[in-house]
């Protein structure tokens, strides 16, 4: 399983874009980006994933480089409500989540 | 569509005495992951069930065991806990593997 670098911590001002960066330089063919986010003591919430192209939802937008190894996780407009730890994974879809540290996103007045 | 539940969400116990986590899948859903989160090691995978069958396991001592029914829903069960076992418990549930679907968790204090 590929291992995943993000910074340990992100602050953005409410109203703006925030945008979490991921490295994934390891990443293998079969495997998928995959945002989950986490407040505090809850159980994570799924965002968003993708293999190869860019990928939005109602809650975000992923983008992928041509060469997979690196992402980046867009909330357009941020809100208090999205301070949390972000966690970005690569993952073959068997079953097996491997979590790294996340970024820990602060969404400010 | 009811999201995944796990009873309960508290429990307390104490060492060397075993507990038993309950987690009711997403109606449909046929494979049930288990992870363990702790301010120090972060969130680790415990194992997974599909069709009642152990598929995935992590690097727990045996201590940690699961079981899925034929209806999905699954347990998981540690035996003589540790102080080591206080944790948040949480578990996952997805059709056969892919996008996973996290329930609250149980927090378990062992004094």
């Known amino acids: 399983d590929a291992k995943t670098t993000q910074p340990p911590s992100m602050d953005c001002a409410e109203g703006r874009a925030a945008n979490l960066p991921c490295n994934h330089s390891t990443i293998s063919g079969n495997e998928y980006v995959y945002w989950y986010r986490q407040i505090h003591s809850q159980g994570p919430q799924y965002i968003i994933h993708g293999l190869k192209n860019n990928e939005t939802n109602e809650m975000a937008s992923l983008i992928i480089t041509e060469d997979r190894k690196s992402s980046t996780l867009i909330l357009p407009h941020a809100t208090l409500r999205d301070t949390a730890v972000y966690y970005c994974?690569?993952?073959?879809?068997?079953?097996?989540?491997?979590f790294g540290q996340g970024t820990e996103l602060s969404v400010k007045p | 569509k009811a999201g995944v539940t796990q009873t309960p969400r508290y429990l307390i116990k104490t060492r060397g005495q075993q507990v038993t986590l309950s987690c009711s899948p997403i109606?449909?859903?046929?494979?049930v992951s288990w992870y363990q989160q702790t301010p120090g090691q972060g969130l680790q995978f415990l194992f997974e069930y599909f069709s009642e069958t152990q598929r995935n396991k992590g690097n727990f001592p045996g201590r940690f065991s699961g079981r899925q029914f034929s209806n999905s829903r699954s347990e998981m069960n540690v035996s003589t806990l540790e102080l080591g076992d206080s944790a948040l418990y949480l578990c996952a549930s997805s059709f056969g593997g892919e996008t996973q679907y996290f329930g609250p968790g149980t927090r378990l204090l062992v004094l």
């Open positions: 994974i690569a993952y073959n879809q068997g079953g097996k989540l491997i």
């Open positions: 109606s449909g859903h046929r494979s």
